[in-house]
């Protein structure tokens, strides 16, 4: 049997990255599988027009080894567009051209294989060697083969989180922000189309919708729970909680207190940006020029209650229960389309029931998360399971950002190897994050013997 030193499952930025910086390694041998059959990310939400919110630099590689031939400057070198890119002078890649710099990066890789699904893992300890059996499924074949590895990456992302009340009436017509692009030619036929949320997602959704309405004559309407449509915190020193220092300052709170502070950031990594509420609001002021209407509805501080579908030759499929939060007032609202852009949630994958017990867990069924980003297990073993994208509740909102993606799989590639293989810096940012041990030290009071 061959046993691989690692076995990544799931193939989206974060274990793209680690098997491109795992790739010149002749120390490691390791092996990547994905379900779908090509990178693919965020597919339905790949707009015209739209833009990483983050650098280019924040690609799968250059924050770890920007020496790296899997940057994303080589890729516009490769393609011939590093000039077009320049003239540009945009940090931003398109959310298209992000897609394919992942297809191009995979495509030069031998440790990632798509078309592969893992079904479960199991850990084994047999006759003094402990290992991890992966069994994958070959989607492509439809056969089952299994694969040995002495560690384990989770790195799945999360899953679109639609809300209880819709998630029966999934179709066609009730769907998240997710399938919107597969779903776009449906709202075309909508003669109401409402959109749940307020963070990026809604915001590129409601403005292609909008730019749509002249055309295709339907009502839109955007509701959101929050408190107003306000745009994502972007100055240069609220960025700096995405940084390694933030992230270790965050992992040393207790996690009572990790609890009690990420529901108050939502705003630096859950808002829109700045642009695309001044497009929207640009777009909605020309087409009112000369006093004219449009039968568009923006409603904050409301909270979607119910939903239940028309019956009989009502106007719109569905009848929409809500509520004004500040004025506790309840109403109703008809639409034939509710897309729910209504975020993503970590879900524990089914492949891991196998592993209930030897994996950690805290009182709210959460991954125990060391600070290296290694699964707490409930017997100390030399078979890890780390985890990406997974440890929001113990490392911050720093998690899913892209520009913190490469350090981790530099600090994960260090505790495999043993060894720094990757430098980490520390010092990253121009503030302090909390007190630091030697000021503790410094004003802690003096003992005397008496």
């Known amino acids: 049997m061959k046993l691989y030193d690692v076995i990544g499952i799931g193939i989206g930025p974060f274990n793209l990255g680690l098997a491109a910086m795992m790739e010149p390694l002749n120390e490691v041998d390791a092996i990547f599988f994905e379900q779908k059959p090509n990178f693919a990310w965020h597919e339905g939400m790949l707009l ?6 983050v650098p280019f630099l924040a690609d799968v590689v250059t924050m770890a080894d920007p020496t790296s031939p899997y940057t994303f400057l080589n890729y516009l070198h490769q393609h011939q567009r590093l000039y077009q890119f320049y003239f540009m002078e945009s940090f931003l890649v398109p959310r298209q051209e992000y897609n394919h710099y992942g297809q191009w990066v995979a495509s030069k890789l031998s440790n990632v294989q798509f078309s592969h699904k893992v079904q479960q893992v199991e850990w084994i300890e047999e006759g003094g060697a402990s290992y991890y059996k992966v069994e ?9 083969v299994c694969y040995y590895a002495k560690h384990v990456v989770v790195g799945i992302g999360s899953t679109p989180g639609m809300p209880s009340m819709l998630k029966e009436l999934q179709s066609d017509n009730v769907f998240h922000s997710a399938q919107f692009l597969q779903q776009k030619e449906r709202c075309k036929e909508a003669k109401s189309i409402t959109v749940i949320g307020s963070g990026q997602s809604a915001g590129e959704i409601f403005y292609a919708l909008l ?4 055309t295709y004559d339907y009502e839109l309407n955007w509701f959101t729970r929050s408190r107003g449509f306000f745009p994502m915190e972007y100055s240069k020193l ?3 909680h995405f940084s390694p220092d933030y992230t270790s300052y965050f992992y040393q709170l207790p996690q009572a207190t990790r609890d009690q502070v990420l529901p108050t950031q939502d705003l630096l990594y859950k808002g829109m940006s700045a642009k695309t509420i001044a497009d929207i609001y640009e777009k909605m002021y020309h087409m009112t020029i000369g006093g004219k209407t449009i039968p568009v509805n923006m409603t904050a501080l409301t909270a979607l209650e119910h939903v239940e579908e028309n019956e ?9 229960h809500m509520k004004q939060v500040e004025q506790d007032v309840s109403f109703q609202h008809e639409s034939d389309v509710i897309i729910a852009a209504t975020g993503y949630e970590h879900r524990v994958p ?5 592993l209930q017990s030897h994996i950690g867990w805290d009182t709210l069924g959460r991954y125990k998360v060391k600070e290296d980003y290694r699964l707490q297990l409930q017997k100390q073993v030399n078979n ?29 590639i260090n505790t495999l190897m043993g060894k720094e293989v990757y430098p980490t810096q520390s010092n990253n940012v121009f503030q302090q994050f909390g007190v630091q041990q030697d000021q503790m030290k410094a004003n802690a009071p003096s003992l005397v013997k008496v």
């Open 384 to 412: 890890h399971i780390f985890v990406q994208n997974g440890e929001l509740h113990t490392h911050g909102i720093g998690a899913p950002d892209l520009g913190l993606g490469a350090h981790r799989n530099a600090v994960i």
């Open 238 to 240: 609220g960025l700096q």
């Open 136 to 144: 994958v499924l070959d989607v492509q074949a439809q056969q089952s």
């Open 211 to 214: 730019n749509d309405q002249p």
């Open 312 to 320: 009989g030759d009502r106007k719109h499929k569905y009848v929409m």
């Open 350 to 354: 089914s492949f891991l029931s196998p």
């Open 48 to 53: 015209d027009g739209t833009t990483l919110q």
